[in-house]
Structure formats: structure tokens, C-alpha cells
């Protein structure tokens, strides 16, 4: 694909996958087995989509009230669900059900048969299973409702998470741009770009040693007196006002747990009434207070928000939990389960990048254990508030690495001391750090994390994790090698291409600009500028 008047195109790969017009090459390679579990998985989405069509499968989560399924439907779904924790986390669970499966779900009181739903525990059931044989309603129903909630629930939180002021939104997506040719598919597949986060705490008392923000202790939180709600309202009005509808998809917690803060309800309440819904909840504490814990699921249910999450740290916790809450109740909680002897695949930053796991060092991890992909949990692209210290944050997510250990870039920083305050900062940034275009005294200058290599109709720019192949016509030849160069500006680059080849400076700009677009210049640059020959400094 090109582009006339200079205008790149701009080409992305899977450098893993080969490309995207490389699917039927890369079929061909694997091997027949391989076949069978590609074809397995395409029966099992054909049949879901029948299975809607005739009402025996069920969307929930476009429900008012999902609940309104009944019983019948919902319980099965909830026991499996609870049956595929317990087989993630548990190694002598996992070997129990091998030898028995009836006798190995007999203590956790299932009502579900584990042979009906092998395809979900048995990795190898896929390559085994006879073409004709017919798949269990409830395997179709819980896939359905993963599917849901993973992935159509996601792409369309990701889809609402889009500012509404226009500076920030232009800058929102150029964040969102870089961060896909920056960071693995691993990451991207989970990663929202949530326009803001708040904190109601300093520190965490979780200390999870897995901590992808290395967070510190708790040291204080935001009491819910008189003069502090009002400030929350302010500033979530304030935020409101630059995030618009996106604003339903901030959450207010960071380095920090929800339920370290005794007001935490208090808090999303007020939320709710400013958003039209209360945030979603990530939290490591569903056991530090039992009956808190059955009280916020019940009050998440009534106000329809079911995207909550806990973190599960140890097995004792989790059978723990599995004790404490029926498999009904955690049914729209999803369980972020991190014990020691679980199989889930961890990012490398923060804490569990300076660590590994415990008693082994950060680089002996494989993608099956826990310290594992070089990556981000950072989820904000946008503001960090904490409440106690009074400050506001610009942040992005980018690959954890020493300059950015915590997988995110700090673009400012700053204290308010009202809500007045708080919003002036907020358009001082929109204003100084949100452009909306090239300008002729900018350096340009390409990610220093993109490998640049001419190509006789244009240049390739490498990450680590995908590779952008750009077109250049007509009048912008040698653009990408000046860029390149990261010396010269805006303006001295489109006099010298008029000076050379003639090019109408308007389209080398029109060029810049698309780069800017796509994510691929440097933004934090020094302000050292050269030019070529005796150029004067442009304004």
C-alpha cells in the first residue's frame, strides 16, 4: 500500500507470527495434530454462534442484570469456573483429578462432571478428540462467557477508554500507537488504556512479591471526612470534563489496594454518581475482612458493575476464598491467581523483575513459570492522582527496562493544593506537552528503541516485538534517513528536501505529522538542535 504526496504507509507484523498476510505459510508448517486443535477450536465458535442463535446459549454480559439468567444457567458455569481455579493453582489438585476426577472435586462440592468438560482442563484433548463427537452445552456456555468477558468485554472497554478533550486525545493516541509496535503481543492482548487512575492511599499492604509497581508499604489513606469528599468530587469533575465518556473507565487504585482505604466504599459511591458507574476493583485483601469483602460483591452486583478482580497470592489463600464465598458469588469475579505454584506468566518489572521468584533468581523463569516476559502491567495512559500526597502524574506505558522499571514513562509531574489548582495544572500539560503537530523548531528524531534501515522505496523501522515498513514517493525520498539522523528540525529537514528534490514543504510536514501520528518520532528529546550548513535557527 502507498500513499501520494508523501504521506507513509505504514505496515505492521508479527515478527513471532510471520505476518498477517503469512497465516495459510505458517498453517502449512504445523504439524496434523495441530490441525485438529485449530479445528476443534473454529467447531467450538461455530457451535457457540449457533448455539446463541437457537437461545441455548446465553449473553450475559449485555444484561442489565446477568443474575436474570437463573440459576440453572448460571451455577454450572460458576462450578466449572471454580473447578479451572483450583486446577490452575493446585498441582495435587491437578494430579487428583487425573487418578479420579469424581473423587478430586468431591471435597470442593461441584455439581459438574470433569469428563464432560476435559476439553477445558486437557490441554491434549483438542488433538484427540473425534471430529464427530458432539461438545458438552455447558463446555459451549463457559467458553461463551470467557469469550465475553476476555475478549469482546475488552475490546470494548478499550474502544470507550478514548478522551474526549482534543489535545488529549491526540496524545492519548499516539501513546496508544507507540505502545503497539513498543510492547509485546503478551501485553497487548491484556492492556487497556485507561485515561486516568486514582489513589486513596500512600503505599500497600499487600507487599505482594510479584509487585509489578513495587509498590511500598501503606503508610497513610484518604479518610472520608466532609472537605475530602468534596475535593474528590472536584477533581473527578475535573477529569470528567477532558475524559468524557471514558471517565466510566478510570479506577482508583495504582501502587495502592482498595481495601487498604476503611472509606474505600465511600469513595466509589461518589464515583459512581459522577461516572454513572462505579469503578472496577482490583484487589489482593478479599480475606482481610470477610464479611467488608460479601457486603462489596453484593453492592457490585446491585449497581451492575462485574468486572472486579482478586489477586491470589498464596494456595492457602485461595482454598481459603473457596471456602469464605460459594462458587456463585465469585462467579463475576475474576481471580488473578499468583501463588508459587501456579502456572500464570508474570511481566518483567517492578518488584518481580528485581526478585524472580522467591528463591530463585529473575532470570531462570521460563513463560511457564512466573518471571517470564519483558513487558507492562501499566494500564494508564494518562493521569495518576493520589489523593493523600496531592499529586498528579503523565504517564504511558512502555516495556519495563532500568530507565523505566516500573513499565511506564513519567512524561510530568506535579502537587495541586485544591481543585483549582489541580485543573490549571491539567491544561498547563494539555497545553505544553499534548501537541497536536510538528512544529518547524522541532527536532525530529525517531524512537531511540526502533532500528532504521533504508529500502529502496522507502525505510524499516525494527522494535524488539514488530516491524513497520514505510513507502516514501515522489518528493520525500531520503526523509526517513534524515529523521534518522535525529539532528536536524522540522523546518530544516523540508528546506533542504525543497533545496534537493524539490519537495513543497507542506508535504514533507504532512509526512512529519503522520509520523507523529503513528507513535514513531521521539517525544522526549533534548532540545540540542544542528542544522545543515548556515541555516539560521528557526522560530
Given at each position: 500500500m502507498k500513499r501520494r504526496c508523501g504521506s507513509p504507509a505504514l505496515h505492521y507484523y508479527d515478527k513471532i507470527n510471520g505476518g498477517r498476510g503469512s497465516r495459510t505459510a505458517v498453517l502449512k508448517t504445523i504439524n496434523t495434530m495441530n490441525f485438529r486443535v485449530i479445528d476443534y477450536g473454529n467447531r467450538v465458535l461455530n457451535e457457540i454462534d449457533h448455539a446463541k442463535a437457537s437461545g441455548a446459549v446465553r449473553i450475559l454480559f449485555g444484561l442489565s442484570d446477568p443474575h436474570a439468567a437463573g440459576a440453572e444457567y448460571l451455577r454450572p458455569l460458576a462450578h466449572i469456573?471454580?473447578?479451572?481455579?483450583?486446577?490452575?493453582?493446585?498441582?495435587?489438585?491437578?494430579?487428583?483429578?487425573?487418578?479420579?476426577?469424581?473423587?478430586?472435586?468431591?471435597?470442593?462440592?461441584l455439581s459438574i462432571d470433569p469428563q464432560e468438560i476435559r476439553s477445558l482442563w486437557d490441554a491434549g484433548f483438542a488433538a484427540t478428540a473425534e471430529p464427530s463427537a458432539p461438545i458438552p452445552l455447558n463446555v459451549l456456555r463457559y467458553r461463551s462467557f470467557l469469550l465475553e468477558r476476555r475478549v469482546q468485554q475488552l475490546e470494548q472497554i478499550r474502544k470507550e477508554c478514548e478522551p474526549v478533550h482534543p489535545r488529549f486525545r491526540l496524545w492519548w493516541r499516539r501513546q496508544v500507537a507507540r505502545a503497539q509496535t513498543q510492547l509485546s503481543r503478551f501485553?497487548?492482548?491484556?492492556?487497556?488504556?485507561?485515561p486516568f487512575a486514582l489513589e486513596l492511599s500512600v503505599g500497600c499492604s499487600?507487599?505482594?512479591?510479584?509487585?509489578?509497581?513495587?509498590?511500598?508499604?501503606?503508610?497513610?489513606?484518604?479518610?472520608?471526612?466532609?472537605?475530602?469528599?468534596?475535593?474528590?468530587?472536584?477533581?473527578?469533575?475535573?477529569?470528567r470534563e477532558i475524559c468524557g465518556a471514558a471517565t466510566r473507565h478510570g479506577f482508583c487504585y495504582w501502587a495502592t489496594d482498595p481495601f487498604d482505604n476503611p472509606d474505600y466504599e465511600k469513595f466509589i459511591d461518589e464515583y459512581r454518581q459522577i461516572a454513572g458507574v462505579p469503578p472496577k476493583t482490583t484487589t489482593a485483601l478479599p480475606l482481610q475482612n470477610p464479611a467488608r469483602t460479601h457486603s462489596f460483591l453484593e453492592a457490585a452486583r446491585q449497581s451492575g458493575c462485574l468486572f472486579n478482580r482478586f489477586t491470589i497470592r498464596t494456595l492457602a489463600e485461595l482454598r481459603q476464598l473457596h471456602d469464605q464465598?460459594?462458587?456463585?458469588?465469585?462467579?463475576?469475579?475474576?481471580?488473578?491467581?499468583?501463588?508459587?505454584?501456579?502456572?500464570?506468566?508474570?511481566?518483567?518489572s517492578g518488584r518481580a523483575a528485581a526478585k524472580g521468584r522467591p528463591g530463585q533468581p529473575a532470570t531462570s523463569a521460563t513463560p511457564q513459570g512466573d518471571v517470564a516476559i519483558p513487558g507492562t502491567t501499566a494500564?494508564?495512559?494518562g493521569f495518576l492522582v493520589n489523593m493523600v500526597e496531592r499529586s498528579l502524574r503523565l504517564v504511558s506505558p512502555c516495556e519495563a527496562n532500568d530507565q523505566h522499571p516500573l513499565g511506564y514513562i513519567e512524561h510530568a509531574r506535579a502537587f495541586f493544593r485544591d481543585a483549582q489548582d489541580f485543573r490549571g495544572i491539567l491544561g498547563q500539560w494539555i497545553d505544553a506537552s499534548m501537541r497536536t503537530s510538528v512544529d518547524g523548531g522541532d527536532r525530529m528524531a525517531f524512537r531511540p528503541d526502533l532500528a532504521?534501515?533504508?529500502?529502496?522505496?522507502?525505510?524499516?523501522l525494527n522494535s524488539p516485538h514488530a516491524s513497520l515498513a514505510i513507502n516514501e514517493t515522489g518528493t520525500v525520498q531520503g526523509l526517513g534517513r534524515l529523521?534518522?539522523?535525529?539532528r536536524h528540525t522540522a523546518a530544516a529537514i523540508a528546506g533542504h528536501l525543497g533545496r534537493e528534490a524539490g519537495a513543497d514543504p507542506a508535504v514533507v510536514f504532512h509526512s512529519l505529522n503522520a509520523f507523529l501520528e503513528q507513535g514513531i518520532l521521539d517525544e522526549a528529546i533534548d532540545p540540542d538542535i544542528s542544522r545543515f550548513g548556515n541555516e539560521q535557527k528557526e522560530s
Open positions: 469456573k471454580r473447578f479451572l481455579e483450583r486446577w490452575l493453582a493446585d498441582p495435587s489438585f491437578r494430579e487428583a483429578v487425573q487418578l479420579d476426577p469424581q473423587a478430586a472435586i468431591r471435597p470442593l462440592d501485553c497487548l492482548d491484556s492492556l487497556i488504556h485507561v499487600g507487599q505482594c512479591w510479584f509487585c509489578s509497581l513495587n509498590a511500598p508499604p501503606l503508610s497513610a489513606s484518604f479518610p472520608a471526612t466532609r472537605e475530602n469528599l468534596q475535593l474528590w468530587r472536584d477533581i473527578l469533575l475535573a477529569l464465598f460459594t462458587p456463585e458469588e465469585l462467579l463475576f469475579t475474576e481471580l488473578i491467581i499468583q501463588n508459587r505454584e501456579g502456572s500464570q506468566v508474570k511481566t518483567r494500564c494508564v495512559t532504521f534501515t533504508p529500502l529502496p522505496q522507502g525505510f524499516q529523521v534518522s539522523e535525529g
